[in-house]
């Protein structure tokens, strides 16, 4: 059995737990590629909704997270006739599962230097090596993202207790480890702002203007299977996107589509862009 169809198995059971002991399931995280497999198994998950997860809304490394139906049903229309919880348990963010409170299987730390004076300039490559140093395996962890002032790494909740004690040393620097919100600021998207100049709204003509390849290119990008929008794997090149879609090309990012902005004079569009960056 090779490593597709190995998670695969483990996915489907994930799915089944869920089902059958009506409580929420998740996986380690996942690579881009492991992603893929559990987008293309979708559909085989019966009596569950299945969600990726990564913690923050461009997440790269996601977990898989499994809740049964009648559970997000009841959760959501309680939700609904009550605002303020709405507000409060992220209802309105699309990245964000409907997880029962008190639930969510992730947790965030910030890494931060113990004196700031004597710190070296750290990198994600710093951070990563220092948090595999300490032996744990790679899907215990997500996303690191290095701000101004320190890291923010997103793992399993089980693992933050050792992370917090154990990581004490980033190369050189000493560092210590908090736990925060998931609300801060700092992890917040960033976004740069595209107008680009396409033919038409196909598909395939916006996604050679945002990775900047040859439409042959484009073509190859959706044979291997390495787009998606709104989470969804699609080989279709004349899909109509709509404002509003998330399109995600695997090695080259994510971006949402804002729509037509205008028209050149030769009658081509232009249409823009929201690129995380």
């Known amino acids: 059995m090779d ?26 995280f996942m690579s881009l590629a492991e992603q893929e497999v559990f987008t293309k198994l979708r559909s085989s998950f019966s009596g569950v909704r299945a969600y990726l997860y990564g913690g923050h809304e461009n997440a790269e490394r996601c977990i898989a997270a499994f809740l049964p139906e009648d559970l997000v049903e009841g959760f959501l229309q309680s939700a609904q006739r009550s605002d303020a919880a709405s507000r ?8 964000q599962p409907p997880f029962p409170e008190g639930e969510d299987p992730l947790a965030v730390l910030l890494i931060e230097p113990v004196n700031r004076r004597f710190a070296e300039e750290l990198t994600h490559r710093d951070y990563l090596g220092a948090i595999l140093n300490l032996g744990i395996d790679r899907s215990l962890t997500g996303d690191i993202l290095v701000k101004e002032d320190g890291a923010y790494l997103f793992c399993l909740k089980s693992i933050a207790p050792f992370l917090s004690e154990s ?14 919100s998931f609300d801060l600021p700092a992890l917040r998207p960033e976004f740069e702002t595209l107008r680009v100049n396409v033919a038409s709204e196909r598909f395939d003509a ?10 042959g290119k484009t073509a190859e990008l959706f044979r291997q299977q390495r787009v998606q929008v709104n989470g969804r794997i699609t080989e279709d090149p004349d899909h109509r996107l709509k404002e509003g879609d ?5 090695g080259f990012g994510k971006a949402i589509y804002e729509g037509i902005s205008g028209e050149s004079r030769k009658g081509r569009l232009y249409v823009e862009l929201k690129k995380y960056v």
């Open 3 to 28: 490593e597709n169809e190995r998670l695969k198995k483990h996915l489907l059971d994930l799915a089944g737990q869920a089902e059958r002991q009506y409580r929420l399931v998740s996986s380690g």
């Open 167 to 180: 990581l004490t040393r980033v190369r050189n620097t000493s560092v210590r480890l908090s736990e925060v």
């Open 206 to 215: 916006v996604l050679s203007a945002l990775t900047k390849l040859s439409r």
């Open 246 to 250: 998330v399109i995600s090309v695997r």
């Open 88 to 95: 409060n348990r992220g209802l309105n963010t699309a990245w």
